[in-house]
């Protein structure tokens, strides 16, 4: 009897991002509940600083998911485990409102908090909002994921590429080694691989 095939739903990111998740909307309400602009002005550029840290590893977060779920979707009937939103009731406002913020905070607030405090037009990656609106389709079309049991089940973008053996093998290689070395920077190495 052939044994079912598994693979797991978080290949563990979880870990190196579960203290930056919710930071970048808790770090910019904070500072807007300070009253006093001057204080506002000085602590800016310090608040700045966290903010681009936790906005980047978020971001890298769900390319991560995006490249991990490119590279299990490569392999078939293969069951999910791990996956604890399976069966939820969810709605679509609330498995998107935290990557709705994002996508708000990275194209629309940071840009005017920089103009106003630094007097200066803020660039922020373009890769950021590719892979936030990217991510926010993904979780659209997999509805929270409160019904992806097995590989079959996952529904992926389709700005996303499609790739080959020799490029999924690199995903899952520099998925392997960013969470081995606490890193998850160097996922975007791979980013035009999937875009």
């Known amino acids: 009897m052939e044994e079912k095939k598994?693979?797991?739903?978080?290949?563990?990111?979880?870990?190196?991002?579960i203290d930056s998740i919710g930071a970048v909307g808790?770090?910019?309400?904070?500072?807007?509940?300070?009253?006093?602009?001057?204080?506002?002005?000085a602590n800016f550029p310090l608040v700045l600083k966290k903010l681009?840290?936790?906005?980047?590893?978020?971001?890298c977060f769900y390319l991560g998911c995006l490249m991990w779920a490119s590279y299990i979707k490569s392999i078939k009937n293969a069951a999910i485990e791990g996956n604890k939103l399976?069966?939820?009731k969810t709605s679509e406002q609330?498995?998107?409102?935290?990557?709705?913020f994002l996508i708000d905070f990275t194209s629309n607030?940071?840009?005017?908090?920089?103009?106003?405090?630094k007097n200066k037009f803020y660039r922020i990656d373009e890769r950021y909002l590719v892979i936030l609106e990217t991510y926010k389709n993904f979780l659209i079309l997999n509805q929270g994921f409160v019904n992806c049991a097995s590989t079959d089940d996952i529904i992926l973008p389709d700005n996303?590429?499609?790739?080959?053996?020799e490029d999924l093998d690199l995903i899952v290689q520099t998925i392997e080694n960013s969470i081995k070395?606490?890193?998850l920077n160097n996922l975007f190495n791979c980013y035009n691989l999937l875009f």
């Not at 607030?109 to 103009?115: A, D, F, N, R, W």
């Not at 996303?160 to 053996?165: G, H």
């Open 94 to 100: 609330e498995y998107t409102k935290e990557i709705d």
């Open 26 to 41: 808790y770090t910019y309400y904070m500072f807007n509940a300070l009253l006093d602009i001057r204080i506002k002005r």
């Open 86 to 88: 399976l069966g939820e």
């Open 181 to 183: 070395e606490k890193n």
């Open 6 to 17: 598994t693979v797991k739903f978080d290949p563990g990111f979880a870990p190196l991002v």
């Open 52 to 59: 681009e840290l936790n906005l980047k590893i978020n971001i």
């Open 160 to 165: 996303l590429k499609t790739l080959n053996k």
């Open 109 to 117: 607030l940071l840009v005017k908090e920089y103009k106003y405090y």
